[in-house]
């Protein structure tokens, strides 16, 4: 999963929306796998924007997926540990 977020903020820096699609695909798939139910819906988000080449605010909705998906790790280290 890190490096699929590492690649689709390269993605989104080239705006490359057909690799930003398949790497949103990608990591949506992973999360449901996980059970990341906010990394997989805003994954979902952006493979419908960049599906429709609205890439627009982009950077911002990466950061949540990022973000979404260390408080996802680190409630599941939590619960581990428990």
Do not use: P, W
Not at 37 to 64: C, M, N, P, T, Y
């Amino acid at each position: 999963m890190d490096e699929k977020l590492k690649e689709i903020k390269c993605d989104a820096i080239s705006k490359d929306s057909l690799s930003i699609y398949r790497t949103a695909h990608a990591i949506k798939s992973m999360s449901t796998n996980i059970g990341a139910d906010k990394v997989r819906a805003i994954s979902f988000q952006i493979e419908k924007s960049s599906k429709a080449q609205e890439l627009d605010g982009l950077s911002e909705i990466i950061e949540l997926l990022v973000n979404a998906y260390d408080e996802f790790v680190k409630r599941f280290s939590e619960e581990v540990i428990l």
